[in-house]
């Protein structure tokens, strides 16, 4: 079982909707989480930390569900510029992060 | 605005060549991570390091890769020789790692190489 799971999507909604997916982790003991933010060949930007009691940050919410052991992301009023893959991490323990592989979000006019 | 930078952005190499990849870090960050890739295996990390120290480097092909820190502003990743599977973007990230919440890593542009 891989450490990080994403539902690679694509998820394809309209401009003005609200999308959420989700990221599974598979270690129990993770203890730092990571929304981050790829556009097409360019590298990976951290859009959010994902705290204990859930943060948002303007449109964006992210949620940690330690007892199911996921994280997820919820984007509102989608905008066409929110189109994007977005990526999980999971810290478990020192420094290291481990990625999943991605949700593409594609947000049509 | 503080930024991660590589070098070079795009590297075409014939395989059996050396690739040397650059990395400098955010001013004051003291870890240091090199992560590639690919359509398949999306990104993995390679190797990473604390106050120049190498503190993992299990994810690193050992006969052909090597990474090094000459100095708290620069970080380089080795492959000699090159094959064509290495061919992939080559990032590097760095970070504070202090602090409970402070495990954030902020991403260089990449460095795509195609090994041919």
């Known amino acids: 079982r891989k450490e990080v799971e994403q539902d690679p999507g694509p998820f394809n909604v309209p401009e003005g909707a609200t999308v959420a997916f989700n990221c599974t982790y598979s270690?129990?003991?993770?203890?730092?989480f990571f929304w981050y933010r790829q556009d097409c060949r360019k590298e990976p930007k951290l859009l959010m930390s994902?705290?204990?009691s859930g943060n948002e940050d303007g449109r964006f919410t992210a949620q940690l569900n330690r007892a199911s052991q996921y994280i997820s992301l919820l984007i509102r009023d989608s905008k066409l510029s929110d189109s994007a893959t977005y990526l999980c991490a999971v810290r478990l323990n020192d420094y290291k992060l481990s990625f999943g592989a991605g949700t593409t979000v594609t947000v049509r006019a | 605005d503080a930024r991660v930078t590589q070098t070079p952005r795009h590297k075409v190499t014939e395989m059996g060549q050396e690739v040397t990849m650059r990395c400098q870090p955010i001013?004051?960050?003291?870890?240091v991570f090199w992560y590639r890739q690919t359509m398949m295996q999306g990104l993995e990390l390679l190797a990473y390091?604390?106050?120049?120290?190498?503190?993992?480097d299990s994810g690193m092909p050992k006969d052909r890769f090597s990474a090094e820190m000459p100095d708290a502003t620069l970080a380089t990743l080795k492959i000699q020789p090159s094959e064509p599977r290495d061919s992939a973007v080559y990032f590097c990230?760095?970070?504070?790692?202090?602090?409970?919440?402070?495990?954030?890593?902020?991403f260089g542009p990449g460095t795509r190489l195609t090994v041919t």
């Open positions: 390091f604390r106050n120049r120290a190498p503190l993992d």
């Open positions: 001013l004051g960050h003291n870890t």
């Open positions: 994902v705290y204990s």
């Open positions: 990230a760095s970070g504070l790692g202090r602090g409970a919440e402070n495990y954030e890593q902020y």
């Open positions: 270690n129990s003991a993770s203890q730092s």
